[in-house]
């Protein structure tokens, strides 16, 4: 995967891109990852970006010349053309599409991404009307600029790239995962794929630290019994952490049931 990141501070990356999986993944060539200075594509004396808004208001917004030609001197496919090629263009925004898993899994899916740091009070509308294919956010909150999204992204998009995680079957059973992806080993199974939940909980050694003992049922090895245990508990820290999720949620019979017992001894 090729990915693309265009900001007014490519410094912000230096250390980001340099450590974990991304770093990993860019040793083994399995990611090559470019950060492009806004400001080398803007033709002033003083390398100007951004302007007022039209209308009147606060702030600066991101004027739209040296994004667009950015992208153009970047060789990306047509918009009209970017589908078979397998590439997008993406503006980080706060008025954009909520970044999730399901996303991550899409975005992971392509050969190549632009990620356009937004700033300032925004970016010109017709970026995103013209330019880019979607604007994404990472959450329900106002950032200083898209250079933090973008990060998030990068991260989690490299990580699902094959061979950039050691364990690939880490990244098969997770908080948030819709689909289902197949067993790649015989330890017990969870879920394989959390039917959009949220993850079990995770035990290590010692078996006992302080007083805290581990669940003894983790020790067992009775495979059926250890899923039961994980399914029941992701139910149950998804409704005490994230309710919103059960409602489009994969819900089996078994979970309905599990959901029930809970539910009735938390009243």
């Not at 991101?62 to 153009?72: D, R, S, V």
């Not at 950039?164 to 992806?181: I, K, L, M």
Request: net charge negative; glycine share 8%.
């Amino acid at each position: 995967m090729k990915i693309d990141i265009v900001t007014i501070f490519p410094d912000f990356f230096r250390g980001v891109l340099d450590h974990g999986i991304i770093r990993r993944a860019r040793e083994a060539g399995l990611a090559t990852i470019e950060v492009h200075d806004l400001r080398g594509f803007a033709h002033d004396r003083h390398k100007t970006v951004d302007d007022r808004p039209f209308g009147g208001g606060e702030g600066m917004v991101l004027k739209p010349e040296p994004i667009f030609e950015c992208i153009e001197a970047l060789n990306v496919a047509s918009r009209e053309t970017r589908g078979e090629s397998r590439e997008s263009v993406i503006l980080l925004s706060a008025m954009g599409q909520r970044f999730d898993q399901s996303v991550a899994d899409e975005l992971a899916a392509l050969e190549r991404i632009v990620l356009i740091c937004g700033r300032y009070e925004g970016v010109d509308e017709r970026v995103g009307h013209y330019l880019a294919d979607r604007e994404l956010s990472i959450g329900d909150y106002v950032l200083s600029g898209g250079e933090l999204g973008a990060a998030v992204i990068v991260d989690c998009i490299t990580r699902l790239i094959p061979g950039a995680v050691g364990n690939q079957a880490s990244t098969q059973q997770e908080s948030f995962t819709a689909f289902s992806r197949p067993q790649t080993s015989n330890a017990p199974s969870s879920t394989c794929s959390s039917g959009g939940l949220l993850d079990y909980p995770h035990y290590t050694r010692p078996a006992d630290f302080r007083g805290m003992a581990v669940p003894e049922v983790l020790a067992s090895g009775n495979h059926e019994e250890i899923r039961r245990w994980r399914r029941r508990t992701a139910l149950e820290k998804t409704l005490r952490n994230r309710p919103d999720l059960l409602d489009e949620a994969a819900l089996s019979e078994e979970d309905k049931r599990l959901l029930a017992q809970i539910t009735g001894q938390n009243l």
